[in-house]
C-alpha cells in the first residue's frame, strides 16, 4: 500500500513561485527538492491567502494529507509513514545528527533573521505578502517581525550580540558544510537525501532571494563549492522541474471565486471525492475567515501600538520607522 501510494501523483502547496525560483519560501523549497530528489510525480499549486499559516507547505494525493506543522514537518512525516525515504541508510553515518542540527537550528534561524529582521523586509514582503492589501500585509510583516524576534530572544539590549552570534554560527556552519561536500556531488555518500534538500533549499534563498548588501550571503559566496552545488541542482531539478503556472487562490479558501480558479486549472489526473479529514476542514474554515481575523489583528496591534505604556509590546526604532512609512 505504501509502495504504490509512493507511484502516485501527489499535489505540493507552497507559497508564491519568484526570484526565479518555484517558491522562495524556506519552508517549502526543501520539500520541493525532496520530492524531486525522490522522482515523485507532482502538481504544484500555491496558497495565496493564508500567509502566515504553518500548515503550508502540504502535500496531498487521494485521501492522504501531510501538513508542516505535524510530525515534524511533511518530509519527516512522509519518511515515518514509509512512504519517501531518501535517508533510511543515512542514519548512523557520523556527522548526520550534528549536519541536521546545524541546518535546522544555525542556519534556520541565520535565514529566518534576514528576511524578518536585519534587512528592510522586501523579500519577505514579496515571498509571503505581496497578494494581500498594503496595509493587512505591512501590519503582518511587522507582527511576524517581533514573533522572530521573540523566537531568538532579541531585544533593544542584546540585539548587537545576538547578531553577532547569528552570523557568526552561520559563518561555522557554512565552513563545516564546505569541508563536508568537498568535491562530492552531495552531502553523504554522494547521493540525495533531505539534508541536501534542507541545505540547497536554504541556500539558493539565500543566493537568489537577498539583497546583495546580506551579510549571510556574502557569507554563503564565500564557498565557492557550496555555490556551485547551489547552482547545479537549480538547473538540474528546478529549472527543469514541474511547469509553475499562475498563481491563484487555492481551494482552501472555500470561496465561489477560489472554486472557479480551480475548475480553471490542469490537473494530472482527476480525483475521486473523498471524504474530508477534520484537520483540512478545520483549515479549510481558518482560511475562509483569514481576512477577517487579520483586519481584527490590524486593529489590535494598532490600538496596542497607540498605548505603549499599558502594552508589554516592545517596538525598536526600526519597527516604528516601517510603520510610518
Not at 508564491?16 to 522522482?39: D, K
Not at 535565514?111 to 536585519?118: D, Q, T
Not at 561536500?181 to 547521493?191: C, I, V, Y
Request: aromatic share 10%; charged share 25%.
Amino acid at each position: 500500500m505504501e509502495g504504490e501510494r509512493a507511484r502516485e501523483s501527489y499535489t505540493l502547496v507552497v507559497r508564491r513561485p519568484c526570484y526565479g525560483l518555484p517558491t522562495a519560501c524556506p519552508e517549502c523549497l526543501p520539500l520541493y527538492l525532496y520530492l524531486r530528489f525522490a522522482n515523485v510525480p507532482f502538481h504544484l499549486d500555491f496558497n495565496l491567502v493564508y500567509p502566515d499559516s504553518d500548515q503550508i507547505p502540504y502535500i496531498e494525493s487521494g485521501d492522504y494529507v501531510a501538513y508542516n506543522n505535524e510530525k515534524g514537518g511533511v518530509i519527516e512525516r512522509i519518511k515515518n509513514d514509509g512512504i519517501i525515504d531518501l535517508d533510511n541508510e543515512l542514519y548512523s553515518v557520523p556527522d548526520w545528527i550534528s549536519t541536521k542540527a546545524m541546518l535546522t537550528s544555525w542556519l534556520a534561524d541565520a535565514i529566518k533573521y534576514e528576511l524578518w529582521v536585519a534587512s528592510d523586509g522586501s523579500s519577505a514582503q514579496k515571498i509571503y505578502c505581496s497578494d494581500l492589501p498594503w496595509p493587512i500585509g505591512k501590519v503582518l510583516f511587522l507582527k511576524q517581525a517581533y514573533n522572530v524576534k521573540q523566537q531568538l530572544g532579541i531585544c533593544k539590549d542584546n540585539a548587537e550580540q545576538k547578531e553577532e552570534e547569528i552570523y557568526r554560527k552561520a559563518s561555522i556552519a557554512y565552513g563545516a558544510l564546505s569541508t563536508k561536500l568537498g568535491d562530492q556531488n552531495f552531502l553523504f555518500e554522494n547521493r540525495p537525501s533531505s539534508l541536501d534538500a534542507i541545505v540547497l533549499g536554504q541556500a539558493l534563498i539565500t543566493i537568489h532571494a537577498l539583497p546583495e548588501t546580506s551579510v549571510l550571503r556574502s557569507k554563503l559566496l564565500e564557498h565557492d563549492n557550496l555555490v556551485r552545488y547551489a547552482e547545479r541542482i537549480k538547473t538540474e531539478f528546478v529549472d527543469t522541474g514541474p511547469s509553475i503556472s499562475v498563481p491563484h487562490l487555492h481551494a482552501e479558501s472555500s470561496s465561489s471565486t477560489s472554486r472557479k480558479g480551480q475548475s480553471q486549472r490542469s490537473k494530472p489526473k482527476s480525483k475521486p471525492k473523498r471524504e474530508k479529514t477534520q484537520e483540512e476542514i478545520t483549515f479549510r474554515r481558518r482560511a475562509k475567515y483569514f481576512l477577517a481575523t487579520q483586519l481584527v489583528a490590524v486593529l489590535l496591534f494598532l490600538t496596542l501600538m497607540g498605548r505603549p505604556e499599558d502594552a508589554d509590546i516592545e517596538l525598536d526604532d526600526d519597527d516604528e520607522g516601517f510603520m510610518n512609512d
